[in-house]
């Protein structure tokens, strides 16, 4: 598989290094006031933490304080899964845990010891895209990319929640079983934001990988 | 976000001790509120004590014929369980219109209850806030108000519980059990563990300093139709201008609390006896109190109307 970055100079690597450059420029702004802060200022920690990303045993140095997207993407180089807001209110970070989609954002790396975790890059390769990547390409389920990755894992994981009977907001009865409707789908998929607007293809690629399934 | 040290607590009691032994340490749980907070260092924990190797992520049912939710069951999980789907659907129901599948499956029955307001002075840390800054005024009295509080706030703090489980938890009469770091045990009711801010908005529940959630309890199943109709500014993954979450008996009486409107599900005894007289006459004796701001006063008749809807469609199941 092609490695991202591979190019002598990459827009990565130009980026990168300017928000390194940026970094050491800009003073730190004072704390807020927070309550329940500790009394002495604490010092940085690393701890050791071990994830089984895609099927590899990785074990990592990192900073308490990193995100399971900061270790992904900065630990790991594993830059398929995305940062958009930071914040689990786009989606764009979206993994799957131990069989469940989560917005790696809002989640310690260290709160992961041990956990099987798939990103984009696990899912499938350019030479063998998993079925719900060849949907989102063949219904042009997007424009620019970025929140792709997030939303084709919240994808994938949509279709397996309806399949484990978890209901959502707009299902009819709770007690029946829950079907992959376009009700279904855009309710469900509202963790993930497009801002280029290519919902209404996005709902036709799950639907056809749901209606493959049946 | 500031520097922590972390530590996985192995039981209950030593979760609450390893809390209380350390100033400025919190739980963490599902973290997505709190790891929130921290990157904008509203929150500044120096210790967070993860409390997933606990074990309390299970469903269980009690003698009486209720369940026992674990205080680390996921809000998937719960919503999810095959016997709150047919039991407690207004649990159900509440929980799926909160926040997005993401969230859902991350957040835990006692983080949600835990949850802090989304007031935007509370989230902005240059503006003035109590809760954020005890002592330090309110810069949404007066400010941008139109989310905000309209019955139980004080001349301190006009912010709202925002979240959608605990309205229907507390319609339900669940409880709630803790543990403390001398190895107490307690049940807190719904209806006792959310506080008025008064002048205090920074304490905003019962719990304290190191008491732990261990689970939340619901009663025995008390049949009739179960709804939540919640009413926000987008069909989905948006916070309440106002819910409401009812059971509805045949004949007409029933239990209804109100989200988006306090610091605390909003529910009158005194006010459910007026049922049978119509949404009206439940709304006035609910807002009685009410101190409205210009901005969202509209609440007021949104409170009625969504009761009113909500009473129509208990009429039609009903009657089906």
Known sequence: ?214 | MKPFTYERAKTPADAAKAVAARPGSKFIAGGTNLLDLMKLEIEAPAHLVDVQDLKLDRIEPTQDGGLRVGAFVTNTTLAADERVRRDYGVLSRAIVAGASGQLRNKATTAGNLLQRTRCPYFYDTNQACNKRKPGSGCAAIGGYSRQLGIVGTSDACIATYPGDMAVAMRVLDASIETIDPRGQTRTIPMADFHRLWGTTPHIETALTPGELITAVTLPKPIGGTHIYHKVRDRASYAYALVSVAAVIQRDGSGRVAIGGIAPKPWRMETAEAQLPRGAKAVSATLLADAKPTHDNAFKLPLVERTLAAVMAEAHTVKGA
């Open chain 1, 1 to 214: 598989m092609q490695t991202p970055g591979d190019t002598a100079i990459s827009r990565r690597g130009i980026l990168a290094g300017s928000a390194a450059a940026a970094a050491l420029t800009t003073v730190p702004l004072a704390g807020a006031d927070a309550q329940g802060a500790a009394p002495a200022v604490a010092q940085p920690t690393t701890m050791k933490v071990s994830l089984k990303i895609n099927g590899t045993n990785r074990t990592l140095d990192v900073d308490t304080r990193t995100t399971l997207l900061d270790a992904l993407r900065e630990n790991l180089h594993l830059t398929g899964t995305k940062k958009g807001c930071d914040h689990g209110q786009c989606g764009a970070c979206t993994v799957i845990v131990e069989g469940k989609r989560i917005n790696s954002c809002l989640s310690l790396a260290v709160m992961h010891e041990g956990d099987a975790i798939t990103t984009i890059e696990g899912l499938g390769t350019p030479d063998k895209l998993h079925p719900m990547q060849a949907a989102f390409v063949k219904h042009d389920g997007y424009q620019c990319g970025y929140c792709t990755p997030g939303q084709i894992c919240s994808a994938v994981a949509v279709l397996g929640e309806i399949k484990a009977g978890v209901p959502s907001h707009v299902s009819a009865s709770l007690t029946g079983g829950f079907e992959a409707s376009t009700a279904e789908i855009r309710e469900r998929m509202s963790g993930n934001i497009c801002r280029c607007g290519a919902y209404s293809n996005i709902v036709d690629a799950m639907t056809d990988v749901a209606g493959a399934k049946a």
